[in-house]
């Protein structure tokens, strides 16, 4: 009851409560001493008289409501306004009516319906007789009203804007950025992330909604860089004006608490819109902001990380179980991810939901066969568990090759191995297969190893092995491909004394561990197929970053749409982070958490600013505080208090 009273009546406290039959009567003071004058602006703690007002609002919990308050007149404190003495603005009543606000709203929701109808909603859904004829008065007083005009303040105009203040001033917003806004405001600037978010998700719902599809996306992503988790905050999330302005919504339609659109409205967009489709329009965004901005990586790494839920909760949907590599039972989804490899960091390029026993190729294909960015000669870097004879020689058909390590029983390791000079056992794991090889095991004396390029490996040597071939089965005709492999070793006794390597090893002899590197592309040879294979690493590390830092895993919903919506819009807020790191303004982020970021920004001062947005009419204009100031100064005197009027407004409601 107090949450329901502090949600429609702020700044107003709860006294007592009536409950007579089916009648609650709420008793409320105000907890501010002070209000504005309509007129000049100037505000006043004179109070001059007090009122005792009854109003009737929307019922609560089936019953009518009624709202006891007191409402006061106040003297101004400005000798010069025109106006002695004014009443205090209350948000929640509509003039000299005993009617709320909201039931005013309620009414102008349902203008378009006839009198009768209307007054039969109000009567039977809020509990409260209201003639027809009070009705009819009510729409043709408010008709006009910008609150309930279908406005949609979207041309920006500021030339035409500073002729339409003349007559009238609709609204002036402060915009105050804090690190998460500056970064996403920086960001759009360069590469246009709301016009992408429109144009990538405008077909992938056809559920009936006023607020823009738009709103939502952005208020997903600036959510998750000002790191709410939850659904129920997105909507507080969105508080930048300009970006409200350049989704095209009226920055007019503020609510009561501040947000533009409430959870509820956005809970119904994402049920109504099909999973796939969902997912769709996250890939389109991503592929977007790249091929618009010109970002072409030609080295893309795949990978793919566990999403873990409670085992023990039956209401995930769609989640799965597998067990993983300890032998532990575990449920969840698989976050599949591609990257691509620009300016020596990572960029987003396309993400993939599905429940956890999903095979990590089945949607490894799907990306790359989804991605339209794709060029000749590109490489990328895949873990073992996408390996498939198929896959390869369809990507080397269209030039596009892979570099990845061998698995430990497959044909192409025992070559690789053989033809420097290893010696291979008929049996390796498992059921033996039979061994196709063009030439006899080299001799050791033969082979030339050489140190590992990266000196933290400085123990380890490799040795390049051209033109071995990969077949499809051991049939004699079946189809083949030519692959460069690279063969790395490391003595034993080495490796006992530094147990802290990472080098991963899928075959060993009496003196050394061993692994097999191999790639599609026959131009590239030992050193350079290691080089790029280290750079897969990144994604592993990105990964750590998403769970550690943006709570990737901290699902806050069971259904699967919700939880798809999450993973995705974090995956994809981490990837606009990344963008900013590459602006002149975020440059010497690069490589940083957010935590980091958002950090150094709210301590340096010349992140911090504010700007105005001045509205009217059908048109709008940001300034700076000192434009804003010097372009008033040149209007007169009328136009200069109703701007001083909005500008008290604004800094009134908290912005």
């Not at 949609?152 to 500021?158: I, P, Y």
């Not at 901005?293 to 030609?298: D, L, M, R, S, V």
């Not at 390590?405 to 420097?420: F, G, H, M, T, W």
Request: charged content about 30%; proline content about 2%; glycine content about 4%.
């Amino acid at each position: 009851m107090y949450s329901y009273i502090a949600s429609r009546f702020r700044n107003f406290n709860l006294d007592k409560v009536e409950v007579i039959d089916d009648n609650i009567i709420f008793h409320i003071s105000s907890i501010v001493y002070t209000a504005t004058c309509t007129k000049c602006g100037t505000e006043s703690n004179n109070i001059h008289q007090e009122f005792i007002k009854t109003i009737f609002d929307l019922s609560y919990q089936g019953k009518s409501v009624q709202v006891v308050f007191n409402q006061r007149k106040f003297k101004c404190k400005n000798p010069y306004c025109p106006q002695n003495h004014f009443m205090e603005e209350l948000n929640f009543v509509d003039g000299k009516r005993p009617y709320s606000s909201y039931i005013i709203d309620k009414i102008m929701k349902n203008k378009d319906k006839t009198v009768r109808t209307i007054s039969n909603i109000i009567d039977e859904q809020e509990k409260v007789k209201i003639s027809k004829t009070t009705i009819n008065q009510i729409i043709n007083e408010h008709i006009d009203d910008i609150k309930y005009a279908e406005l949609k303040v979207v041309k920006q105009d500021k030339s035409q804007l500073e002729k339409n203040i003349d007559e009238k001033i609709d609204c002036i917003d402060e915009i105050r950025y804090s690190s998460a806004d500056f970064i996403i405001d920086e960001v759009d600037n360069k590469y246009s992330i709301i016009d992408n978010i429109t144009n990538s998700f405008k077909d992938i719902s056809n559920y009936p909604t006023t607020y823009p599809y738009s709103l939502f996306i952005t208020a997903g992503l600036t959510s998750r860089i000002k790191r709410l988790t939850a659904s129920s905050s997105m909507p507080f999330a969105i508080t930048l004006k300009s970006s409200i302005n350049k989704i095209g919504y009226n920055i007019l339609k503020q609510r009561a608490d501040g947000t533009y659109f409430s959870n509820g409205a956005f809970r119904d967009y994402i049920l109504n819109t099909e999973e796939e489709k969902l997912q769709e329009g996250f890939k389109a965004f991503n592929h977007n902001i790249l091929r618009n901005n010109h970002i072409k990586p030609t080295v893309h790494i795949i990978d793919a990380s566990k999403i873990i839920v409670n085992m023990f909760n039956p209401n995930y949907e769609n989640s799965s179980c597998i067990v993983d590599e300890e032998g532990k039972r575990i449920k969840g989804y698989k976050l599949t991810a591609m990257y691509g490899i620009y300016e020596d960091m990572l960029v987003h390029e396309s993400s993939q939901i599905d429940t956890l026993k999903t095979h990590d190729l089945i949607p490894g294909k799907r990306l790359v066969s989804s991605y339209p960015n794709f060029q000749e000669n590109d490489i990328i870097l895949i873990d073992r568990g996408y390996t498939s004879f198929d896959w390869f020689y369809e990507l080397k058909e269209k030039k596009i090759y892979i570099v990845t390590p061998a698995k430990k029983d497959s044909e192409i390791l025992r070559n690789a191995l053989s033809l420097v000079g290893v010696k291979i056992l008929d049996i390796i794991k498992g059921d033996s297969k039979e061994v196709i090889r063009e030439k006899e095991s080299a001799k050791e004396s033969n082979i030339k190893w050489f140190p590992h390029p990266n000196k933290k490996r400085k123990d380890q040597e490799f040795t390049t092995v051209k033109n071995i071939r990969m077949y499809e089965s051991v049939k004699s005709n079946s189809r083949s491909l030519e692959v460069n492999a690279v063969v790395i070793r490391f003595k034993k006794e080495i490796k006992e004394a530094d147990d802290s390597d990472t080098f991963t090893h899928y075959y060993e002899d009496d003196n050394y561990y061993y692994a097999v590197i191999y790639t599609t592309d026959l131009f590239k040879q030992g050193k350079e197929i290691i080089e790029l294979y280290e750079k897969r690493m990144k994604i592993e590390e990105q990964f750590k970053q998403l769970k550690s830092n943006w709570d990737l895993c901290k699902l806050t919903s069971t259904k699967y749409k919700f939880i798809i919506f999450q993973l995705l819009t974090t995956i994809t807020a981490l990837g606009i982070v990344q963008l900013f790191t590459t602006l002149e303004s975020g440059k010497q982020f690069k490589n940083c958490s957010l935590q980091t970021i958002t950090k150094k920004l709210d301590v340096d001062k010349k992140y911090i600013k504010t700007d105005l947005i001045v509205s009217s009419k059908d048109v709008f204009a940001s300034y700076k505080l000192s434009e804003a100031f010097e372009m008033i100064m040149n209007k007169n005197k009328k136009v200069q208090q109703d701007f001083i009027k909005h500008l008290r407004i604004a800094e009134g409601n908290g912005y």
